[in-house]
């Protein structure tokens, strides 16, 4: 394994570009909480698991409060990886065909791994592929840029067709359908022997 590579809506964060309302914003836990201007004696909206950020006491939502959350897993093996570029040479790169790249730029410079490092830090930035083409051409764009083999490779999605796509390269996929999860990361490892 010398590059890990994924996806970005509902893999790494949920929900989708395509299911928010308008561009992402940062929020203070009170605001989201709904302790400004209190007028019922409804119960306080918990904070979501996976909505730590830059900001101290913020969190990132869309334009009517809906909450941009990473995945656990997906906060896990981020980490995971981070630890282990100081052990090995490992490359991370994402393979995405999110709606609206410039939210989803926006939204790794705000949310964090659970290490703390921001999304935005844990990609290499030559190894971005947003676009709406097909997967097995990021990847091929990939191959070119780092000159790792497929077979090197390790994808994560949670949409089957762009595992199968990708797959036929010889990529080793994880399809992930309800987002990232530690499970995941640890077959991954398991599966090129280094757990």
């Known amino acids: 394994m ?6 970005l809506d509902y893999t790494i964060w949920q929900p989708e570009m395509y299911q928010i309302d308008g561009p992402p914003k940062l929020v203070s836990l009170d605001e989201f909480q709904g302790k ?10 918990l904070i979501p698991p996976g909505s730590t950020t830059t900001h101290q006491n913020k969190i990132v939502t869309d334009q009517r409060g809906t909450p941009i959350t990473v995945f656990d ?4 093996a981020l980490s995971e990886i981070n630890r282990m570029k100081k052990e090995m040479p ?11 790249p410039s939210w989803a730029y926006q939204i790794m410079k ?8 921001p999304l935005s830090k844990c990609f290499d930035e030559n190894l971005i592929e947003i676009s709406y083409a097909d997967k097995s051409t990021h990847f091929e764009s990939l191959n070119r840029k780092t000159g790792i083999p497929f077979e090197d490779m390790v994808f994560f999605d949670n949409e089957h067709w762009n595992i199968q796509s990708v797959g036929q390269l ?4 994880y399809h992930t359908p309800n987002g990232m999860t530690r ?3 640890s077959q991954c490892l398991e599966d090129f022997g280094i757990m």
């Open 183 to 185: 499970e995941d990361w």
């Open 2 to 7: 010398q590059l890990v590579v994924f996806d």
């Open 110 to 117: 705000w949310v964090v791994a659970a290490d703390g490092t």
């Open 90 to 100: 490992l490359q991370v790169a994402i393979s995405s065909r999110t709606d609206e």
């Open 170 to 173: 010889g990529v080793k996929c």
């Open 36 to 45: 400004q201007k209190r007028k019922s004696k409804a119960p306080l909206r």
């Open 73 to 76: 897993g997906a906060s896990y």
